[in-house]
């Protein structure tokens, strides 16, 4: 069974931190990616909105990129996963 991986094929950036995003399947979804912009690569666009704004699709890796070379995985976006910073945290906690 050869399924193509679902990615996006279009964005468009809404208010605040939403975006509206096409997928490759034909679906379409809003997302806030507000928990999704964390670390030092993401805080140029949670600080200046305009840069927020220069989201963009990369064709060749299917996923939402901007400028500075931040990226977040398609499947997280289509599959509504856990944003990556949250997961060392929960991992943490078990531990514990």
């Avoid at 399947?25 to 600080?47: C, I, Q």
């Avoid at 996923?63 to 949250?86: C, F, Q, R, S």
């Amino acid at each position: 069974m050869n399924e193509e991986l679902v990615r996006i094929k279009d964005v468009k950036a809404l208010d605040a931190f939403k975006v509206h995003l096409t997928f490759t399947d034909g679906s379409t979804k809003v997302v806030d990616l507000e928990a999704f912009l964390h670390g030092p690569v993401f805080e140029p666009m949670r600080n200046d909105p305009e840069l927020f704004r220069a989201v963009r699709v990369d064709d060749e890796a299917g996923t939402i990129v901007w400028p500075n070379g931040a990226d977040i995985d398609p499947d997280v976006l289509y599959l509504w996963l856990k944003p990556a910073w949250m997961e060392p945290e929960e991992e943490e906690l078990l531990t514990k």
